[in-house]
């Protein structure tokens, strides 16, 4: 024992004297010839110094060696197991003994052993990436994509009708916007009203806007209009039978959210002092087929008299008369049976050319003072007898059918 303390004070005053630049733990081959140099140059003592093989491990718990930086002979024994201490550089810049090692030792060891779990834990994530992968897209041959083209895909559509579907503007002032220079279609001024756009694919701007790419939803409606309002959204001196529908535009995006709010119109036009049907749209296709003299579409009318009516009088409006230079010849006249709540008596009137004011010129050439005039059948559909003024209904596929829409697309319409 007294061997190994004179030992240990020759190792603590060979490196107080040393300057070491290692900066790792030193191996028990570095102690032993640092501590055989120190002993050969400062004494003429010799020590033979040997390593003991490791002892083996017991049952119980072997006691920690104490840490002590400030002192250089920190020496720790079991039985005859000699422990090497750990030679570190302390915040003064010498060389002191320890048996533990160094915290900044221990800290890399744990970032190493951390470093090494979170690359394996990647590499895992990244082959279960690899083996599940993206699944391609599925090709159809050409005969599915014409098939698909030409039953289901909107084909491309005129600029000017595009701008009027999207709520822009009437298909007039559309095109205005468009011969203005005020419209761009891919970043460029488009001035052709024919243009062929798809508004998914191609980028429309209108005065700095964008138009959307997705169309809002057909929207097809009955009104029963009540006296007083005239159907056009362009006067702001009369009451316009537009304003009827604000509580109808108000909740668009709640039923239909992502839509843009849809640009209502009548198809067709009742006088002022007119009531009764008709129909409001925003698609200009169906507004033109329905209202478009080749359709034939019969309408039937309600005329309330001042003053009694006799058959010349029935004689002289089913000859018909003449307007803006066409004879107009009405398809049916008849005389209503008198009601106890009606004290005036009624015609009733069924016309197909529908022009401006026919029903009062026909009454008018008769002889007949109109009271009052109502429209209560367009074709097949008959305005709901329960429709209250200034109320409206959606139409649902039966509907349009008895109106004579002959469109391939009635599923978009919702019942």
């Known amino acids: 024992m007294a061997t190994i303390a004179a030992a240990v004070a020759a190792a603590s005053s060979a490196f107080t004297s040393l300057h070491l630049t290692r900066a790792t733990p030193y191996t028990r081959r570095h102690i032993h010839t640092l501590i055989t140099s120190s002993l050969s140059s400062s004494s003429s003592t010799e020590f033979n110094i040997t390593f003991a093989p490791p002892k083996p491990k017991l049952n119980k718990p072997e006691p920690s060696l104490p840490r002590n930086p400030n002192s250089n002979s920190d020496i720790a024994e079991l039985g005859d197991q000699l422990y090497i201490p750990w030679i570190v550089r302390d915040e003064k810049g010498n060389l002191t003994l320890q048996s533990t090692p160094p915290a900044r030792l221990l800290h890399d060891m744990a970032n190493a052993s951390t470093s090494k779990k979170n690359n394996k834990k990647s590499k895992q994530i990244a082959s279960k990436a690899a083996t599940v992968g993206p699944t391609a897209e599925p090709k159809y041959s050409k005969a ?20 009027a579907a999207s709520g822009v503007a009437s298909r007039r002032s559309s ?7 005020r419209v761009t279609v891919n970043g460029s001024v488009c001035k052709t009203p024919q243009t062929k756009v798809d508004p998914a694919r191609d980028v429309i701007y209108v005065n700095g806007n964008r138009l959307p790419k997705k169309l809002p939803s057909k929207v097809y409606l009955a009104l029963n209009k009540p006296k007083g309002y005239i159907c056009s959204s362009g006067e702001k001196e009369t009451k316009s039978v537009m304003s009827l529908f604000d509580n109808f535009v108000k909740s668009w995006d709640k039923r239909h959210p992502g839509q843009p709010k849809p640009r209502l119109f009548t198809v067709g036009r009742l006088d002022v002092a007119t009531t009764g ?47 803006d230079g066409v004879h107009c010849t009405p398809d049916a006249v008849e005389l209503l049976p008198r ?62 059918r008895a109106l004579g829409w002959k469109s391939q697309k009635l599923d978009e319409v919702k019942t």
């Open 339 to 400: 009601q106890p709540d009606v004290p005036r008596p009624r015609l009733r009137i069924v016309v197909h050319e529908g022009r401006n004011h026919e029903v009062r010129e026909l009454v008018k050439n008769a002889g007949l003072q109109l009271r009052a005039l109502k429209r209560i059948r367009i074709g097949g559909f008959r305005l709901p007898s329960d429709l209250a003024l200034g109320k409206h209904v959606e139409l649902n596929q039966a509907n349009l």
């Open 175 to 181: 095109e205005e916007l468009i011969f203005q220079g």
């Open 277 to 323: 049907l008709i129909i409001v749209t925003n698609d200009g296709e169906f507004a033109h087929q329905i209202s478009h003299p080749s359709s034939n579409l019969s309408k039937e009318y309600i005329a309330t008299i001042d003053g009694e009516i006799h058959k010349r009088h029935l004689i002289a409006i089913s000859e018909g008369t003449v307007i």
């Open 144 to 163: 599915a994509r014409r098939f698909y083209n030409e039953n289901f895909r909107d084909p491309p559509q005129r600029l000017s009708k595009v701008l």
